[in-house]
């Protein structure tokens, strides 16, 4: 991975797990916990493509293990979220580009049920039941439906920011070319960011469009000029 995909995707992991510790784990809701981290994941992963996707995963996986206050076994969420982000990474179109935003919020909702269902089962081999006492029917419902309310605000906006900070041309233009869809993430929050700049690029088009033209009269002109000079001297022999 290159430098800027690390740094971002470290800050964006580090940030997301204090959200997720500080203010979304003390709301007590009933059930799982809006999962943060694993949205993070999975714009990231819908961006980098697999290979990328499962080195965020299993670093965020890993760091959210050791922070406090966890209660499980170390490496078990990193083996979770290194799946969910090579999984998450095969979902990205071949063209980068998501036509609407079901895709996304499909993969959302994929994620958070296999996430669910991969840590209760990785518990159960090593001995942890605490899923049993819950309920593993009530904690998948609740997961799916507080990262599925969760994931507009959030999915779209780092897809996007993942998308500028390498200085793709798909975070730059808001909408494709003839028989390509607008992508998702930017369309929904360009704000007039890319539309500008592609406004930008069709004006300097025109501009060389315009110079070439003027360029193409004035030699016709000099060919012209030359024709007369041949005639006069016809006349003079």
Same mark, same amino acid.
């Given at each position: ?42 714009? =990231?992963?819908?961006? #980098? ?36 982000? #090579? ?18 919020? =499909? ?21 942890? /039941? ?5 309920? =593993?029917?009530?904690?998948?419902? /609740?997961?799916?439906? #507080? ?47 890319? =539309? ?42």
């Amino acid at each position: 991975m290159r430098f800027n995909r690390i740094l971002l995707a470290s800050t964006l992991v580090v940030v997301a797990l204090v959200v997720q510790v500080t203010v979304l784990g003390r709301l007590q809701l009933p059930g799982a916990v809006p999962d943060l981290v694993l949205l993070t994941v999975v714009a =990231l992963a819908l961006v #980098y493509g697999p290979v990328g996707g499962a080195l965020i995963g299993f670093s965020a996986g890993l760091l959210a293990d050791l922070a406090p206050p966890a209660d499980h076994a170390a490496g078990r969420y990193a083996l979770v979220l290194c799946l969910i982000g #090579y999984g998450c990474g095969l979902m990205r179109p071949d063209n980068g580009r998501f036509r609407s935003a079901w895709g996304p919020m =499909l993969t959302v909702v994929a994620a958070a049920f296999a996430s669910t269902l991969l840590y209760a089962g990785v518990g159960a081999l090593v001995g942890d /039941t605490a899923a049993r006492h819950v309920g =593993l029917v009530g904690l998948l419902f /609740t997961a799916v439906l #507080y990262d599925l309310l969760l994931a507009p605000f959030t999915v779209p906006f780092l897809m996007a920011l993942a998308r500028r900070a390498e200085s793709d041309p798909m975070a730059v233009e808001a909408n494709g070319g003839p028989g390509q869809g607008a992508d998702v993430a930017s369309g929904w929050l360009s704000g007039g960011t890319g =539309l500008r700049i592609g406004s930008q690029r069709g004006g300097l088009r025109m501009k060389t469009a315009r110079g070439r033209a003027n360029k193409a009269v004035r030699i016709k002109g000099v060919k012209g000029v030359k024709g007369v000079k041949s005639v006069k001297g016809v006349k003079k022999l």
